[in-house]
């Protein structure tokens, strides 16, 4: 081989070492780069805020099932059924926030509320009458049974004092009246004007008079429709 020809392969081979080099070095700074790329999208990802007024989620047939929204009155959060119904919503408002359930025809059959002075949940029938009420105010927990008219069949109370039950008639009169107090417990029951027609435990009255007569703990007593006492055992 002369000179010519060696000269010639090793300027090929030079230049085949020269191209494989650009290849790797090219290969090197596309890794390089990329690595840098990934590391500032993470570090931009985990340091940046998605800003909204509300978002919408929709199915697979292009129905709103769920929205998230900021309105003057503060967040909440809507949720829809397949046929458009409202089924549920959470809401942060003035008063305090509340949870509120629906049944297919959006009609309130479930509310939980954590409003001032204090929360409460409230059940409604399919009609849209209250059935039963549960809260915790200042004057103490408070639990109301009603008819499917709306009227306070039972209420039952515990204050500072002790707890009260009250049973109450169809027209919202209280017939009967259980209470733990003081000065120990009482059971009254009333007519339907809500005159006391019976009562054992600690009581008063007044008589014509105006003279006041304690009744003791063991005490039962008789009253007619004026309120008068007709008869009375004490021991």
Not at 16 to 25: A, H, I, M, P
Not at 52 to 77: M, Q, Y
Not at 123 to 147: K, M, R, T, V, Y
Not at 173 to 188: N, S
Request: hydrophobic share 40%; no cysteine.
């Amino acid at each position: 081989m002369t000179i010519e020809e060696r000269l010639e392969n090793m300027e090929r081979e030079l230049g085949q070492v020269k191209r494989r080099s650009r290849w790797l070095l090219g290969a090197i700074l596309l890794v390089a780069g990329g690595m840098i790329v990934f590391a500032g999208f993470e570090t931009t990802a985990s340091r940046s805020e998605v800003r909204a007024k509300s978002f919408i989620l929709e199915d697979g047939n292009g129905k709103t099932r769920a929205a998230l929204r900021v309105n003057i009155g503060g967040p909440g959060l809507w949720l829809w059924d397949g046929n458009g119904e409202t089924r549920a919503a959470l809401w942060a408002g003035i008063n305090g926030p509340s949870l509120s359930l629906f049944d297919k025809n959006s009609e309130t059959r479930v509310k939980l509320d954590a409003y001032e002075p204090g929360p409460g949940l409230t059940l409604w029938d399919g009609n849209g009458e209250i059935h039963a009420s549960l809260s915790a105010g200042e004057a103490g927990p408070s639990l109301s049974l009603s008819d499917k008219n709306s009227k306070a069949s039972a209420d039952l109370t515990v204050y500072i004092d002790g707890p009260s039950l009250w049973l109450s008639d169809k027209n919202g009169k209280i017939r009967a009246d259980l209470t733990v107090g003081i000065d120990g417990p009482r059971l009254a029951l009333s007519d339907k004007a809500e005159i006391d027609r019976f009562v054992a435990g600690k009581t008063k009255t007044v008589t014509m008079d105006g003279k006041t007569i304690e009744y003791p703990e063991s005490s039962l007593i008789l009253f007619g429709p004026d309120g008068k006492v007709i008869w009375s055992a004490i021991r």
